[in-house]
């Protein structure tokens, strides 16, 4: 509340001072009060984004978090030590992997949806190479874990002009998904 009040002060003391000038000066100091209302806000933009271009920028990121390279896993202890797969696909991953057929719809004019969602994830492919010199990594192996993802849902199509209609379709989608991962080696290259 003090800092709004110390804005206020400053803006009327800006305002007496630039009276006699200059329009262009004038103007200077309004647009300058507009930037300093609006950060009474904090988060509001000054500029409106559409949601559609919000979800293309959280789309950028997610893909840079999740794909930005393949990890490297420390070696594992013991010569007979259990490796295995450790991450699952999850339902975010599988749905944003799903060919996308219900964009390019109008809101309340044609809208598609995916309803009643089940998924099956199967692991299809563990398997684990032999260790070799991977450039800009060191001695590695790669670990292969590929995974086979059914998804069941009912698609429902509305329509409200110029006819008005809905259609519901059983529909099936199969997806692969592929976590593949070094794992750095702890003995001798073999090439």
């Given amino acids: 509340m003090i800092k709004l009040f110390k804005q206020a002060c400053l ?12 329009g262009c000066r004038m103007a200077y100091w309004f647009a300058k009060d507009a930037f300093i209302l609006s950060s009474f806000w904090g988060t509001t933009p000054l500029i409106p984004v559409s949601p559609y271009m919000s979800q293309q920028v959280e789309d950028v990121y997610w893909e840079e978090e999740r794909y930005d390279g393949v990890p490297i896993l420390d070696p594992v202890d013991g010569e007979n030590a259990p490796l295995f797969c450790l991450d699952p696909p999850s339902a975010d991953e599988v749905m944003r992997t799903l060919p996308d057929s219900t964009s390019g719809g109008f809101s309340f004019v044609a809208e598609t949806n995916r309803n009643n969602v089940r998924m099956v994830v199967e692991q299809m492919v563990d398997r684990l190479d032999e260790c070799r010199f991977i450039p800009l990594v060191g001695p590695a192996r790669l ?3 590929h995974y086979k993802c059914t998804v069941y849902f009912t698609e429902t199509k509305r329509s409200y002009w110029p006819v008005p209609f809905t259609t519901n379709d059983q529909r099936e989608e199969v997806v692969y998904i592929d976590h593949d991962h070094y794992i750095r080696c702890a003995g001798p290259v073999t090439e």
């Fill in 11 to 22: 803006i009327a003391a800006l305002a007496v001072c630039t009276v006699p000038n200059s």
């Fill in 143 to 145: 670990h292969h874990c």
